[in-house]
């Protein structure tokens, strides 16, 4: 995986603020992981890294858009990104699990902290569960594939529907 490690070490107690805003890291983040996406708006990121005596404590925000494919109709699909994050890098997690990426590492120099890990953690997590081009995205039609944003299709009158659709339509349900 794409890292980015930065020194730790000389942070004054109030913290130190960083920006990141190199946009080749998410095009090799994205390819790496067979994501599909393109810059619309150039994604930045800002952290306030505070020393603690067992950890840092991090505030950052992801901002940007990106352009990508759009889960119901496949159409293009223009995603703004607008995320606040708080998070706490332990020096010793016992609650880390065996394989899972650990964003700090203590060297020669000191403590060093992964921003690329770090970021693309909290990139994914800013992203929607369903990426759409439009809340009234229609999608494509699961029996003929149109785009019904496009056109309507014949599939979606009552008679075209499946033999088991039309059979649950009947079905009322009881409740006590």
Not at 83 to 90: K, R, Y
Not at 114 to 122: C, I, K, Q, S, T
């Amino acid at each position: 995986m794409v890292e980015h490690w930065i020194g730790l070490a000389n942070l004054p107690a109030q913290g130190r603020e960083f920006s990141f805003d190199d946009q080749d890291v998410w095009r090799k983040l994205w390819q790496e992981f067979h994501y599909d996406m393109e810059i619309v708006v150039p994604i930045s990121a800002r952290l306030n890294i505070v020393p603690q005596q067992d950890g840092y404590l991090i505030h950052g925000r992801l901002h940007g858009a990106i352009k990508t494919m759009c889960h119901r109709c496949l159409e293009e699909a223009e995603v703004t990104l607008d995320h606040d994050f708080d998070g706490f890098e332990a020096h010793e997690d016992e609650d880390l699990v065996e394989g899972e990426p650990n964003h700090l590492r203590n060297c020669d120099t000191g403590w060093e902290l992964d921003v690329a890990g770090l970021l693309w953690e909290e990139f994914l997590l800013a992203l929607p569960e369903k990426m759409l081009c439009a809340d009234t995205c229609l999608g494509l039609c699961p029996q003929c594939g149109k785009n019904r944003n496009l056109e309507p299709c014949a599939c979606s009158s009552p008679g075209s529907q499946s033999p088991l659709a039309r059979a649950l339509q009947g079905i009322k349900i009881k409740t006590n």
